[in-house]
């Protein structure tokens, strides 16, 4: 079994910055994409950006420039830098990662989620 673990989410005043963290851990072979994603009361999950194995970052519209996706492959862990916020950023961010297994299987896991607000 694989666990993802988020970590940095809090209370952050508008045009503040936080980190995201989110460490996989458990039957891990390897990781291909690890990714942020968002979900805001009332909306749809949406993607935040992904990194691959390779290391090259995707973001979505709305948050390049301000929002930086990087990983330790070592630690199997994906982090999101998040600047200049906006009330609009408040959601609870989730991290999820393609992991091949040692048992051959290849499946997504989900973290637990940590919440973001952006508020004065």
């Known amino acids: 079994q694989v666990q993802l673990v988020e970590s940095g989410g809090g209370l952050v005043q508008p045009g503040g910055s936080l980190r995201l963290s989110c460490a996989a851990s458990?039957?891990?072979?390897?990781?291909?994409?690890m990714g942020w994603y968002r979900q805001a009361p009332g909306k749809q999950r949406e993607l935040v950006g992904y990194?691959?194995?390779?290391?090259?970052?995707n973001y979505a519209d709305s948050v390049k420039g301000r929002f930086t996706i990087s990983s330790d492959t070592a630690k199997n862990t994906v982090y999101l830098q998040m600047n200049s916020l906006t009330p609009e950023n408040t959601a609870v961010y989730y991290c999820n990662a393609d992991v091949i297994s040692y048992s051959g299987t290849r499946a997504t896991y989900w973290g637990q989620g940590t919440q973001v607000t952006v508020s004065s």
């Open positions: 990194i691959t194995s390779a290391g090259n970052s």
């Open positions: 458990g039957s891990i072979f390897g990781i291909n994409d």
